[in-house]
């Protein structure tokens, strides 16, 4: 019954995030369309379209040539030989991505008008007409086969000029379900007039910028205008309209909702979005050639080289020079001049590769949401959690490669964001409500058995009840015991609950760091500490971790101490050794400890600390694994219950010594004076203690009192011959 229950709640928290979901990506315009957006660009990146190596000559008004030939705009006169000279080397047709709104302010006519408002009396010759800079530029463009560029858009009321194209309808009239433009930034009229072709240049906005769709055909002021692109491959071809077909149409099924399905230039056919927008698929190469729009001006007329260059060849003039701002963003690239756009559409139709979003996509994104969803959701309570999430990963890339199959096999943009959205969702949400159950029974084994076992051994236990067994093992440890000194005393002048309140306010914090430096709490013997290192678990470098944790053990004290005003003091001592480590006690009752002699002399460390005046002394064992830190020698020592003598040392807080080289002068006159008073040349040793006070931190001047003491005591009865220099313990 509990496994049924389990299952359920399982399977109810997966469902329902499968379903948020996809209910959330089926419900419009979210943040997963952008992220769909962004896969399809990585799509294009990874596989880009091979280029057709259509006819396009990109003319480019670049940097160069503004250079050459003087700042934008330039006079109307200047572009109208720039039309002659590709005309005249055989262009097919002359498409300009820029345009011209105003009256040319550098043509010679303003010029004579002005000056003749001013008074003057001029007289012109009789070819007058070629004052006009726009006239000419009109002339020059109706004598050759020029598209002439627009922006339809919402922002002017201007009317756009007459198309200079007709459109065949097959099907539904695209004005009926076509966006209606308000106006048109359009060329001088007279301009519009004399081009064979007119067609807009504008990009539909995108929220992050990027130019991915380019529409074929606009609706503006009642008619049908085709892209510059559409209308110089109209005019290259000497076709005379286009042909437009939406649902409706012979062979079209009427889905109830009219869209475009593709419209026909001349002998290509070019396949639409619903609302007449083509999926640029990007190529990366450029056009065929680009040519400085000052090496067109610059070539002497009938110049081979430019007619080989640009016969029967679609060219399109566009800047890439960035002060005139037309750089756009693509899946491919940043900065690419708007130009090469057109360009790389152009080169796409002749190509006859495409990108389509068919409409069963989305259905078909939301059956394999639903079917990859239910494959990881039944698969996720019989598994394990890691296990669950490679096997969910491994699904969600089933996702993305059944996507990407279609992109590079079909040209089909079929999102894998949502399928993959909702395998990680489901996933998520059933293993959470399964760790929340797992959690939950492991919590009521902790609750059972938490009065009576150490907390590490609880936690082990939760995960492998079968540890629950007498025994033991032979492991290397670093073991740590802290008292506080005079905690005696302290104790007779509080009452019961000041002094459990003291205590476990001192308490909390020590074992906060002894905890976050990875330590096994082994027990807490009154104000006293023991604890240890690598076991149950391993711990890498275990010394260097005690020791730091006794440093920010001795830090926590002086927080302590300020906070509560009052002046604990403790010893710890370290030691590092073999040491028997596990469940000691009876069959009933037992916890989770370590014996050994090292423990032993871990507590005799701790002890030494009052004798020698410091609050942490660690052994030679423990001291070899942290010999880069700031280390002093404290005595040889030899205490209960150990024939032996130990070395034993102490540990300055670097907070104590700022630099290493005060350090350095520290150690060496500190064991110049512990050589000195190792011989018993008392004075001598002495002098170098006095010294030494002047280079050792506060903490120490006790430690040296205590040395102070000794030789003062050796002035008054010298050590007996044949004195080895060890200090022997009688406390415990």
């Known amino acids: 019954m509990r496994q049924r229950r389990r299952l359920a709640a399982v399977w109810a928290a997966g469902l329902a995030a499968m379903v948020a979901v996809i209910a959330l990506g089926s419900a419009g315009p979210t943040s997963l369309a952008r992220l769909r957006a962004l896969v399809f660009d990585g799509y294009q990146w990874l596989a880009p379209r091979e280029t057709a190596g259509a006819p396009v000559v990109v003319v480019d008004i670049d940097e160069a040539s503004l250079k050459a030939l003087g700042q934008w705009p330039w006079p109307r006169s200047l572009l109208a030989r720039l039309v002659e000279r590709i005309g005249e080397a055989g262009a097919a047709a002359i498409a300009f991505d820029i345009v011209f709104p105003e009256t040319d302010r550098a043509s010679l006519k303003n010029a004579v008008a002005a000056l003749r408002q001013a008074g003057a009396r001029i007289e012109l010759p009789q070819n007058a007409d070629r004052l006009d800079n726009d006239a000419l530029f009109a002339a020059a463009i109706a004598r050759n086969p020029v598209v002439t560029g627009l922006v339809l858009t919402q922002e002017s009321r201007a009317p756009p000029p007459p198309p200079k194209t007709g459109f065949a309808l097959a099907g539904t009239d695209p004005q009926a379900y076509l966006p209606a433009l308000s106006g048109a930034i359009a060329n001088l009229p007279q301009l519009d007039a004399a081009a064979t072709g007119i067609g807009f240049f504008s990009f539909p906005p995108a929220a992050d910028g990027i130019v991915r769709r380019l529409p074929v055909v606009e609706h503006a002021a009642g008619q049908l205008y085709p892209a510059l692109a559409v209308e110089a491959l109209r005019v290259a071809q000497g076709a005379g309209s286009i042909v437009v077909r939406s649902t409706g149409a012979s062979g079209e099924a009427d889905t109830g909702a009219p869209a475009m399905t593709a419209i026909k230039v001349g002998a290509l056919a070019v396949p639409t979005g619903p609302d007449g927008g083509l999926f640029l698929y990007y190529s990366g190469a450029g056009p065929e050639a680009t040519l400085a729009a000052a090496s067109i001006l610059e070539a002497p007329a009938g110049d081979a080289a430019l007619r080989q260059t640009l016969e029967g060849r679609i060219v399109l003039i566009g800047t890439s020079a960035v002060g005139l701002r037309d750089l756009v963003s693509t899946p491919l690239a940043a900065g690419v001049p708007g130009v090469f756009v057109h360009a790389e559409a152009i080169d796409q139709m002749l190509s006859g590769s495409f990108l389509a979003r068919p409409d069963w996509a989305p259905g078909a994104e939301v059956s394999l949401a639903l079917f990859l969803s239910l494959l990881v959701l039944l698969a996720v309570p019989f598994i394990a959690p890691a296990i669950g999430a490679v096997f969910a990963a491994f699904v969600a890339a089933a996702a993305v490669g059944v996507s990407w199959y279609a992109f590079i096999r079909h040209g089909l943009l079929i999102d894998p964001i949502l399928p993959a959205s909702s395998v990680a969702a489901t996933h998520v949400a059933a293993t959470a409500v399964l760790l929340v159950l797992t959690e939950r029974e492991r919590r009521f084994v902790k609750n059972a058995f ?257 040395y102070e003491e000794r030789l003062e005591a050796f002035q008054r009865q010298p050590p007996p011959p044949g004195w080895d220099g060890v200090f022997v313990s009688e406390a415990k």
């Open 450 to 706: 938490s009065h009576y076992l150490a907390p590490s051994l609880v936690e082990r236990l939760a995960e492998e009840p079968d540890r629950l067994t007498l025994g033991g093992e032979t492991r290397e440890l670093t073991i740590l015991f802290c008292d506080i000194r005079g905690f005696t005393s302290l104790s007779e002048g509080l009452d019961p609950q000041a002094l459990t309140s003291l205590l476990n306010d001192y308490l909390t914090p020590m074992t906060d760091v002894l905890l976050a430096e990875e330590a096994t709490l082994d027990k807490y013997i009154g104000d006293a500490i023991m604890a240890f290192w690598n076991a149950p678990l391993n711990v890498a470098a275990h010394r260097r971790r005690a020791t730091t944790a006794a440093i920010r053990m001795l830090r926590a004290l002086e927080a302590f101490n300020q906070t509560h005003r009052q002046e604990i003091r403790v010893g710890i001592g370290l030691n590092t050794g073999p040491c028997c480590v596990g469940n000691l006690g009876s069959r009933t009752r037992f916890n989770y400890s370590a014996i050994g002699d090292a423990v032993n002399i871990a507590a005799r460390l701790e002890g030494l600390c009052k004798q020698f005046s410091l609050p942490l002394i660690l052994s030679e064992e423990t001291a070899e694994g942290v010999c880069d830190l700031m280390l002093l020698k404290v005595d040889r020592v030899r205490v209960v219950g150990r024939a032996a003598p130990l070395q034993v040392f102490t540990l300055l807080d670097e907070k104590e010594m700022a630099e290493a080289a005060a350090y350095q002068r520290l150690r060496q006159a500190h064991e110049e004076m512990l050589t000195l008073y190792a011989q018993a040349n008392v004075a001598p040793a002495k002098a170098a203690l006095a010294r030494l006070r002047d280079l050792a931190p506060a903490r120490l001047g006790g430690f040296y009192d205590v």
